[in-house]
């Protein structure tokens, strides 16, 4: 329901806000704050899907921000999640794309990519990389770190 709402305290005291505040397409907002106001987490998420043959692909668009006490802040996003099988066949969940995380105050990022698998062919299939394989990359503006 569009303004629909959560707050939320944990055990430990960080609070948790958030607000549905588009239906088409669905995104929410939100906001966690630790109880010491030592960091806080913003952003929103709009959810993505795609319906392939025999498969589901979801993703959570849109940006996050980890805000330090000390003024530090880092961005990322989420990577896209894949259901096999919805079909025919084994029901399978694995982590596909890329995600990154850039540190906005040293002007460095992290790129990780996920799942190098690819499988290939109808009839005599052929098949490469791994399902739970994940590589990255740090760097900043000048040079491969």
Not at 68 to 75: A, E, M, S, V, Y
Not at 77 to 84: A, E, L, M, Q, T
Request: with cysteine; aromatic share 12%; hydrophobic share 30%.
């Amino acid at each position: 329901m569009l303004g629909e709402t959560l707050q939320a305290r944990f055990p430990d005291g960080t609070l948790l806000y958030c607000e549905h505040t588009s239906h088409h397409p669905p995104i929410t907002n939100f906001l966690l704050e630790d109880k010491d106001g030592l960091y806080t987490m913003s952003g929103f998420f709009e959810q993505c899907g795609k319906m392939g043959a025999n498969s589901f692909t979801s993703r959570l668009s849109g940006p996050c921000y980890l805000n330090f006490k000390d003024g530090h802040q880092i961005r990322f996003g989420f990577p896209s999640y894949k259901v096999g099988g919805m079909v025919m066949g084994e029901r399978t969940i694995e982590t596909v794309g890329s995600t990154m995380f850039e540190d906005t105050t040293n002007n460095r990022k992290a790129v990780l990519l996920m799942s190098s698998y690819k499988k290939t062919g109808w009839i005599r299939s052929t098949y490469s990389g791994l399902k739970d394989e994940i590589s990255g990359i740090i760097y900043d503006s000048d040079e491969i770190i």
